[in-house]
T-cell receptor
Framework: GESVGLHLPTLSVQEGDNSIINCAYSNSASDYFIWYKQESGKGPQFIIDIRSNMDKRQGQRVTVLLNKTVKHLSLQIAATQPGDSAVYFCAENRDETSGSRLTFGEGTQLTVNP | ETGVTQSPTHLIKTRGQQVTLRCSSQSGHNTVSWYQQALGQGPQFIFQYYREEENGRGNFPPRFSGLQFPNYSSELNVNALELDDSALYLC?????????????FGQGTRLTVV
């Protein structure tokens, strides 16, 4: 069946280090992926997205890489800060006309140690 | 802040009761989607509303129903509550302008069924 999943449930890093969060997907027809950050007690917050016609996209301190050959994407956070501590989800958009029909993975808990 | 507001923030109901959750979409957005997020898991798509009609549904029983109003706000109704319905219910709004548009989430309503 179709799924979007994550490799690791938890990740602990030192402040200032770079973080890499991985995600695998199984539907080769998927064409749009989003990374969300969810802090405790809050709704998911959009971080960055990428379309299947791209391999890499950069934002402020974040980079998303997409490898369609192995159906894998990753989120890289540079110079991780304590405020980056949260659960990170990758999500697949399966609605071609609206950005809100999303399939989420189970999330990776990122902990940044001072 | 995303501009998507949900009410109430917390709610406790008894098994068998009915509940109504509310969502005000971000200004300019015409599409609302609802998600259920169980503790420790990623959000699961319930359904989406566009132009006051249901436009896509996930794997949820008919006792989960919704409405969208002319001002694009929305309600999620759950009848005959079960203990497993305890979860964070998230609303996301977006604008149907084309493929893969960003969805903005509210803070969610924490529902506890006892």
């Amino acid at each position: 069946g179709e799924s979007v999943g994550l490799h690791l449930p938890t990740l602990s890093v030192q402040e200032g280090d770079n973080s890499i969060i991985n995600c695998a997907y199984s539907n080769s027809a998927s064409d749009y992926f989003i990374w969300y950050k969810q802090e405790s007690g809050k709704g998911p917050q959009f971080i960055i997205d990428i379309r299947s016609n791209m391999d890499k996209r950069q934002g402020q301190r974040v980079t998303v890489l997409l490898n369609k050959t192995v159906k894998h994407l990753s989120l890289q956070i540079a110079a991780t800060q304590p405020g980056d501590s949260a659960v990170y989800f990758c999500a697949e958009n399966r609605d071609e006309t609206s950005g809100s029909r999303l399939t989420f993975g189970e999330g990776t808990q990122l902990t940044v140690n001072p | 802040e995303t501009g998507v507001t949900q009410s109430p923030t917390h709610l406790i109901k008894t098994r068998g009761q009915q509940v109504t959750l509310r969502c005000s979409s971000q200004s300019g957005h015409n599409t609302v989607s609802w998600y259920q997020q169980a503790l420790g898991q990623g959000p699961q798509f319930i359904f989406q509303y566009y132009r006051e009609e249901e436009n896509g549904r996930g794997n949820f029983p008919p006792r989960f129903s919704g409405l969208q109003f002319p001002n694009y706000s929305s309600e999620l109704n759950v009848n005959a509550l079960e203990l497993d319905d305890s979860a964070l219910y998230l609303c996301a709004s977006s604008h149907r302008t084309g493929p893969n548009t960003e969805a903005f989430f509210g803070q969610g309503t924490r529902l506890t069924v006892v």
